[in-house]
């Protein structure tokens, strides 16, 4: 195994920390299996035993309502390793195996085994993750003694407030389909995507153009570098952020309409958060935030990257539902998701064509790679986040930085 840590300069990162099938396993092994990963929403399970397919890195788990409350477990049978539950998702009151009838509760521990002289014991439950949420958002890990889900999100914490505070009654709902996108590219490339408005004038000219607001989204080929008011910001932990807001000058335009057309919904998001911050809330939209090391909020969008293998990630993409809310305009988020991230859409087709083959690229020819747009003119808050222009390497470099102590720890057993 390589030194990781003379793999990450200050401005520059090494092309093997894509590309290296054992630097991919390690990442499994730490970020995925000692931190806190995103697993879905409560929404999607509502009632007891409803329950999703996920994975936290490799590891297929389920997200499962109990009679206590969600778990995460293991979707692989303790006896022999078979799958638990095939479907996507389904309800199940208890997780009975197919192969030789082992019964499981949703909180993992074995209740039965037929024809067996043997008691079930702990020994014999299923792997289980610690859980926990934020506003519906439900993480969970595999560190028996991780640090409180809130220090983990930190300042991005603001961002999962900022997505219910769209919604009149304060609440979130996930009940559209999850569109999938398989990228044949790292991780990582993804999650560096996500605040990279670098490439925003590059890769989506044709989309910037398409919707007529090729400065608003920062063209800086058209020489608008300077008028450009939208940041980027390194929010610790991992967590980064594109923030278009300042760019957008009349309420709900993030959604290409102005509040005109949602009266009612004004005067609810008024009655509220009061006048001024109701019309902040909506003048702005919700940043892009990515949350290390596998959410992305963008806008009005949920994305979820999933690694299959060092050069495979599934991005996984669905619409917020913003409960209270006018019908009409959740379709019409509904509707920007799928133009914006779904595979035949603009952005993430053509994100993915260039990560595909900046994947190959690196795969085949080892490189140091440079990250040090912008260091000389970003700004630290007293609170600790760094900010800067939009085009700005800052989320970069932030990533990097946490990716190398993420990496550096030493890996603990799992729960
Ligand atoms: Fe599940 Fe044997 S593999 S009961």
């Known amino acids: 195994m390589k030194d990781i840590a003379s793999l990450i300069r200050d401005a520059s990162v090494h092309s093997s920390l894509y590309a290296d099938p054992a630097i991919f396993d390690r990442e499994m092994e730490t970020i995925f299996g000692q931190g806190w990963?995103?697993?879905?929403?409560a929404s999607e399970i509502p009632r007891r035993g409803d329950y999703v397919r996920r994975?936290?890195?490799?590891e297929p788990v389920l997200l499962i309502r109990g009679a206590d409350g969600i778990h995460v477990v293991a979707n692989r049978c303790a006896h022999r390793g078979n799958l638990l539950c095939q479907p996507e998702r389904g309800n199940r009151r208890t997780l009975a195996c197919q192969y030789h009838g082992w019964i499981f509760s949703p909180d993992g521990a074995l209740l039965d085994m037929p024809l067996s002289s043997i008691e079930p014991d702990e020994s014999l439950h299923l792997k289980r993750a610690r859980v926990d949420s934020y506003n519906g958002f439900v993480f969970a890990t595999f560190n028996p003694s991780p640090?409180?889900?809130l220090e983990h999100l930190g300042h991005a914490a603001r961002a999962l407030d900022r997505?219910?505070?769209?919604s009149p009654e304060g609440e979130i709902e996930l009940r559209g389909p999850w569109i999938k996108h398989l990228f044949r590219a790292n991780w990582k490339m993804l999650s560096e995507n996500e605040?990279?408005?670098?490439h925003v004038g590059f890769v989506h000219d044709s989309f910037t153009k398409s919707v007529g607001t090729p400065g608003k989204y920062g063209n800086i080929?058209?020489?608008e570098e300077d008028r450009i008011t939208a940041v980027v910001r390194y929010l610790g932990n991992g967590h980064t952020e594109l923030d278009y807001g300042p760019t957008y000058d009349r309420p709900m335009t993030w959604l290409?309409?102005?509040?005109?057309?949602?009266?009612?919904?004004t005067r609810d998001m008024v009655g509220r958060h009061g006048e001024s911050a109701a019309r902040e809330i909506m003048?702005?939209?919700?940043?892009h935030t990515f949350i290390f090391p596998n959410l992305f909020l963008a806008e009005t969008c949920l994305v979820m990257i999933q690694p299959l293998g060092v050069g495979e990630t599934v991005n996984w993409h669905t619409p917020l539902y913003l409960k209270g809310a006018p019908e009409e305009l959740n379709r019409r988020i509904m509707r920007q998701g799928e133009v914006a991230l779904g595979p035949s859409s603009f952005l993430t087709a053509d994100d993915a064509i260039i990560a595909e083959r900046q994947w190959r690229a690196l795969k085949g020819s080892p490189a140091w790679l440079d990250l040090s747009r912008g260091q000389s003119r970003e700004t630290t808050t007293d609170g600790g986040v760094v900010v800067s222009h939009y085009t700005d390497e800052t989320p970069n470099r932030g990533f990097w930085r946490c990716y190398r102590d993420t990496m550096a720890q030493t890996a603990q057993p799992t729960l």
């Open 37 to 41: 990963v995103y697993v879905g929403h």
């Open 55 to 58: 994975t936290m890195g490799l």
């Open 147 to 149: 640090i409180p889900l």
């Open 163 to 166: 997505q219910v505070n769209l």
């Open 195 to 198: 605040a990279d408005g670098y």
């Open 221 to 223: 080929l058209s020489g």
């Open 256 to 265: 290409g309409v102005d509040e005109t057309r949602y009266p009612d919904y």
């Open 283 to 287: 003048r702005a939209g919700p940043p």
